[in-house]
C-alpha cells in the first residue's frame, strides 16, 4: 500500500514536471518556426511559481463557486495520470479504464466551462461557452479514435501508426482541439476575448489552470505514444512525447485560427470519417 502511494506520488510530480517542460518546448519550437527567439522553456516554472506567490485578489463580480473550475480540472487530469501506464506502472487494467479516461477528460473541459460562467465577465463567459461548443466537435472524433488500438489490441504492446495511420491523424486533430491549440483556440481568441475563460483569474487560481494544462499536455502526449508509437520504458515514452510535442508544434504554425462554426464541421466531417474508417477496418479485422 505504502508502495503504490509512493510510486503514484512519484508518477505525478514526474507528470507535473514534464508536463510544463513540454508546455515550454513547445512554446520554443513555435518561435523557431516563425523565426524568433521564443521564451526560455523553463518559463512555465517561473510563471507558476510566481501566479502561487501572488496575493488573492477576488473580483466583486465574480461567484464564490468559481474556484471549483480549475480545481475539477486539476482533479481531473491528475486522475488520467494514475490510469496511464508509465514504465508499465498503473493502477487500473488500461484497456477497462479507456472509458474512464474519456470521462475524466470530459470533466477537465468542464472546470473551463464552470469558470468561465462563474467568473462575471463577458469575455469569460464567451470563452466558457466557445469551450462547450469546441467540446462537442473534437470530441467524437476523439473517443472514435481512441477505441481503434483499444479494439485492435486490448494491451498497449502494439504501435498501431503503420496499421492505422488515419484513426493516428484524427486523435492528434482532436488533440490539438483538446489542449485549444491553433487553429482551434478559439475559446481564448486573444483579438476577440482578451484572455476567455482566464480573463478574471489571476494568482493561485490561475496558477492551478497552468498546472491543470500541464499534466493535460502531459497525459495526452503520453496516450498518442502509449497507444499509436508503441510506448516503452519510461525514457522511450519521453522521447516519443518530444516527437508528438513536435508535431503538435508544427501544426500550430501552420494554420490560421478557424471560427467555431469552421471549427465544428471541420472535427464532425473531416477527423470523425478518418477515426470511422480505421475504426470499421478494425472491427472487421478482430
Excluded: C
Excluded at 508535431?247 to 494554420?255: H, M, N
Aim: charged share 10%; proline share 5%.
Amino acid at each position: 500500500m505504502l508502495g503504490d502511494f509512493v510510486l503514484l506520488s512519484v508518477k505525478i510530480l514526474l507528470a507535473g514536471f514534464f508536463g510544463l517542460l513540454f508546455m515550454g518546448i513547445m512554446r520554443k519550437l513555435a518561435a523557431r518556426f516563425q523565426q524568433r527567439i521564443g521564451p526560455p522553456i523553463w518559463q512555465p516554472f517561473l510563471d507558476v511559481m510566481k501566479l502561487f506567490s501572488k496575493e488573492k485578489i477576488k473580483s466583486k463580480r465574480e461567484n464564490p463557486y468559481l474556484i471549483w473550475g480549475p480545481l475539477i480540472s486539476l482533479s481531473a487530469y491528475i486522475s488520467a495520470i494514475f490510469l496511464i501506464p508509465i514504465n508499465g506502472f498503473s493502477s487500473f487494467n488500461f484497456s477497462g479504464s479507456i472509458i474512464f479516461i474519456i470521462y475524466l477528460f470530459l470533466m477537465g473541459i468542464s472546470g473551463y466551462i464552470i469558470t468561465g460562467f462563474a467568473s462575471g465577465n463577458p469575455y469569460g463567459g464567451l470563452g466558457g461557452s466557445r469551450e462547450l461548443v469546441q467540446a462537442f466537435g473534437f470530441e467524437l472524433p476523439f473517443i472514435i479514435a481512441i477505441l481503434v488500438p483499444t479494439i485492435f489490441s486490448l494491451s498497449v504492446s502494439a504501435g498501431l501508426l503503420i496499421f492505422y495511420p488515419l484513426a493516428f491523424l484524427a486523435f492528434l486533430i482532436a488533440v490539438q482541439g483538446e489542449l485549444a491549440l491553433p487553429p482551434f483556440h478559439i475559446p481564448h481568441a486573444e483579438q476577440e476575448l482578451v484572455a476567455g475563460v482566464m480573463t478574471e483569474l489571476s494568482g493561485y487560481k490561475l496558477g492551478m489552470f497552468e498546472l491543470a494544462y500541464a499534466f493535460k499536455l502531459f497525459a495526452l502526449s503520453s496516450l498518442i505514444s502509449i497507444l499509436f508509437l508503441g510506448g516503452g520504458n519510461f525514457l522511450a515514452i519521453l522521447i516519443k512525447d518530444f516527437f508528438v510535442i513536435l508535431l503538435l508544434s508544427l501544426l500550430r504554425v501552420l494554420f490560421a485560427r478557424m471560427t467555431i462554426d469552421q471549427s465544428l464541421k471541420f472535427f464532425w466531417l473531416a477527423a470523425t470519417p478518418l477515426a470511422l474508417l480505421d475504426l470499421i477496418k478494425v472491427m472487421l479485422i478482430t
